[in-house]
């Protein structure tokens, strides 16, 4: 059944169980190097074979018309009659689209790159979907308006989806987070007159933005300078600031520094009023930050446009984890109604090669990455900071809640079919600034912390 129906010497009439001419029994040899690799790749051929079978409705006068005028010329004439691309992504959906017309909000922030370049790449339109991108000022915003059913889907931090299932900060509404959006990406910036001061010990009284409660940046801000002996509530502020506001609030000495998302810590090189302390990676290397969330209502009532929007955006996903695809990327994602930034201090942050701020050119490729998968241990690490600084304060059972809101199943399946190989979910190593993280214990973690509010 998989065999190429634009082969002019296969057979689609009977013979073998599978509609070749061979025996059974040779079958496996005769086909195995003929059978396409991934899951997609496979039931595309099952497509074109069924349409072919309706065109020519007796084999032999099917395979003469290719022999004829050749495979690209017939594959051309056939789908001016019946686009095979229609054909394939209604059979891959399992039915029609139940909306074409979708609207995803994102913050201008480098994590939301597979979402914003899905746009003018093409990613979205390639399932079938017309999608709006629509910059959105700050996270709250984002989240009331996914809440009220303005956005379809949302660009949205890690730990929000968490947050709005469980109630903190919100009503609870189940929430789901099928992918990733990007791996690391963060730094922890300072202003210039900062620059002697690189032991956070020295860091009393300094007054510190994060983009948002429920942040990667918020926990990881917090987590570093507890680590130091600093309580991050007592002798530190920390305060929200939406990202694209960050580099103004330093310019005006309205802060000493963020822990933020990329393009800002860049920018404030760029401006030359900060300079780039350290990279989130090198706290823990491998961290989630942004994502790509739905509700679970939007997720139930359109299965079919859910399964095109996860695919555009795994698709657009593994484009970018390829370091080849960045300056394309960068070039793509620039524009005004994108990200509103000069393409240089893009290219520092997607290829990794930057200014530091200091004076020194540094080079990490794994700057920032892009890896769709949401491991399930991302949010029970993610649940043991809500309580550890007194957000979270009912009990929780942890794995249950991280299984229905981190969809790591639909994604590993979403990932088979697209002809890639999701890694085993049970496989998954979490070091915090050395220390290492059980996601089976939990409790003991957060009770492990000499600072903490519960």
């Known amino acids: 059944m998989f065999k190429d129906p634009f082969d002019p010497s296969t057979l689609l009439g009977k013979g073998c169980s599978c509609g070749g001419n061979h025996a059974e029994a040779d079958h496996a040899r005769l086909t195995a190097a003929a059978v396409p690799v991934g899951e997609e790749s496979r039931w595309n051929r099952v497509v074109d074979a069924a349409v072919l079978r309706a065109v020519f409705p007796v084999d032999a006068q099917r395979r003469q018309f290719l022999k004829t005028v050749g495979r690209a010329t017939a594959m051309a004439a056939i789908s001016s009659v019946l686009p095979l691309g ?102 922890i910036t300072l202003a210039m007159k900062h620059k002697d001061k690189r032991n956070p010990k020295d860091w009393k009284g300094f007054r510190f933005a994060v983009p948002f409660d429920y942040s990667m940046h918020n926990y990881l801000l917090r987590y570093y300078v507890a680590e130091h002996g600093l309580d991050p509530d007592k002798d530190i502020s920390i305060r929200s600031v939406p990202p694209p506001e960050m580099v103004a609030n330093l310019r005006a000495d309205n802060i000493d520094g963020y822990l933020g998302p990329d393009p800002f810590n860049q920018r404030a090189v760029y401006d030359g009023i900060g300079f780039i302390h350290l990279l989130t990676k090198e706290l823990w290397d491998g961290h989630p930050c942004c994502a790509f969330t739905v509700s679970k209502e939007f997720a139930t009532q359109n299965p079919n446009t859910y399964r095109a929007l996860l695919k555009s955006i795994i698709d657009a996903t593994a484009y970018a984890h390829k370091p080849e695809n960045r300056k394309e990327i960068a070039k793509a994602i620039a524009p005004a109604n994108y990200l509103n930034q000069p393409e240089t201090v893009l290219e520092q942050v997607l290829t990794g090669t930057y200014a530091d701020g200091l004076g020194g050119v540094k080079k990490d490729p794994n700057r920032i990455d892009f890896d769709p998968f949401p491991w399930n241990q991302f949010a029970v690490w993610i649940m043991t900071q809500m309580k550890r600084w007194g957000q979270l304060k009912a009990d929780v059972d942890y794995a249950k809640v991280a299984s229905e809101v981190y969809l790591a199943t639909d994604t590993a399946a979403m990932m088979k079919d697209m002809g890639l190989t999701p890694p085993d979910p049970s496989k998954k190593t979490i070091v915090v600034m050395g220390k290492p993280f059980d996601p089976a214990k939990p409790d003991d973690y957060i009770a492990s912390f000499a600072i903490r509010r519960s």
């Not at 890690?158 to 990406?185: C, D, K, Q, R």
């Open 86 to 187: 229609l054909a394939r992504e209604a059979f891959a959906q399992g039915g029609a689209l139940e909306k074409k017309d979708l609207k995803v909000g994102f913050i201008p922030i480098t994590c939301a790159t597979p979402i914003i370049m899905a746009h003018p790449m093409g990613f979205y339109s390639k399932h079938g979907l017309n999608v709006e991108v629509v910059k959105t000022a700050g996270w709250a915003v984002i989240r009331d308006k996914s809440l009220a059913k303005e956005y379809d889907a949302a660009h949205m931090l890690s730990p929000m989806p968490l947050a709005i299932s469980l109630g903190v900060g919100s009503n609870p509404v189940p929430w789901t987070m099928p992918a990733v959006e990007n791996i690391n990406g963060q730094a």
